[in-house]
């Protein structure tokens, strides 16, 4: 079998969630949307079962995934529904749709629902993406209330800059969120992972934790005690030995300036693995620093092996995890964690308890 993999520390996972709920306090919405970021919506949402008040995900799909799979807390569906269909679902099922927009209000007003629903005003504090806006909130909870069709509302928002310590973009969405809930029943829920470490103002009665579950540490030069959850590796399946100005992969991108022993790893951008990365990015093989070579492949990539002398085939090789940190894979190549987590695919999925 192809050795390439993603093994998922659940136990690691455990820990991180522990974290978030320690620093924010109150009520959890564990954020497992798309595929809980690449790491296994089900088994992820199940290792987190015995604490977790809630989950979120971005959609219907995602939310009957879970629970078909057993999950029994609620589901926020942080993109709301996007037909009258989905309303119904929703209902029928009773998640907890977010209404971002005044259409999905409308589409509350007009529908027949065949249970009373329990609502996420998402308001729009300043990122001007989703979210309605502040002026507009107590005439739309009002008529939410009035409809009948709203047992409970509760009221959200989401940062822009909340990896930005120093800037006073979220103070401002902070300030926004509560002018325009002011005096309003309902619990409050403003924190994704960057406000849950970085802004105490921003806690509310629910936080909602995504890429710190993970391990990834959104303000990585701070020390926050994340562990990784992924472990991303494949394993050296061929060696060659190159003589100084011979080249290396697609485009001949980099040319061995002496002579040089290089490892293949199975694992390439089909699996994941950007191809935005450039040479020197780390990798760690046969658990010591090593780095990428050339271009990478659609199934495979290149490592410098000439300092490792006792690696050969068969050596695994770790794309990032434990040693090697996402972050610094991502930054390298020009992106963050959440895309590069998101992205693995291909690869066997390993769910251990223990690392
Ligand atoms: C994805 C998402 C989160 C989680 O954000 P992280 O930065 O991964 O913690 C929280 N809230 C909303 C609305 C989201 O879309």
Not at 83 to 107: N, S
Not at 181 to 194: F, K, Q, V
Not at 323 to 342: D, H, P
Request: hydrophobic share 45%.
């Amino acid at each position: 079998m192809r050795p390439a993999r993603a093994l998922i520390d659940l136990d690691a996972l455990r820990h991180n969630y522990l974290i978030a709920r320690q620093r924010h306090g109150g009520r959890v919405f564990a954020v497992v949307k798309a595929n809980a970021y690449g790491h296994g919506a089900v088994a992820c949402a199940q290792a987190l079962s015995w604490d977790t008040d809630a989950y979120a995900v971005a959609f219907l799909e995602e939310a009957i995934a879970l629970r078909d799979s057993g999950i029994k807390a609620p589901i926020l569906l942080l993109e709301g529904v996007f037909d009258p269909a989905e309303l119904l679902e929703t209902a029928r099922y009773g998640f907890w749709p977010v209404i971002h927009h005044p259409a999905q209000v409308e589409m509350i007003m007009k529908t027949a629902l065949p249970a009373s629903l329990r609502v996420w005003l998402k308001i729009n504090s300043g990122m001007n993406r989703a979210g309605l806006p502040p002026a507009d909130v107590r005439r739309t909870w009002r008529r939410l209330i009035a409809s009948h069709k709203v047992e409970e509302c509760g009221f959200i928002s989401h940062f822009a800059r909340a990896d930005e310590p120093d800037c006073d973009a979220t103070g401002h969405q902070i300030r926004v969120f509560d002018e325009a809930t002011r005096g309003l029943p309902g619990a409050r829920s403003l924190a994704n992972s960057a406000a849950i470490l970085g802004w105490p103002d921003a806690h509310r009665d629910w936080s909602r934790p995504g890429i710190m579950l993970y391990g990834a540490d959104p303000m990585p030069e701070e020390n926050n005690g994340l562990h990784p959850v992924m472990t991303l590796e494949s394993q050296i399946i061929a060696v060659r030995n190159l003589a100084a100005g011979e080249p290396v992969g697609y485009g001949a991108r980099f040319i061995a300036p002496r002579p040089i022993r290089i490892g293949l790893v199975a694992i390439g951008y089909a699996d994941g693995y950007p191809r935005s990365a450039p040479e020197g990015v780390p990798v760690a093989v046969d658990n010591k620093f090593t780095s990428l070579i050339g271009r990478v492949s659609m199934d495979m990539l290149t490592v410098d092996l000439t300092d490792l002398p006792s690696t050969g085939i068969g050596s695994v090789v770790e794309l990032w995890g434990k040693q090697v940190s996402v972050n610094q894979v991502a930054q390298a190549a020009g992106t963050i964690s959440y895309e590069l987590l998101c992205n693995v695919k291909r690869v066997s999925f390993v769910w251990n308890k223990s690392s």
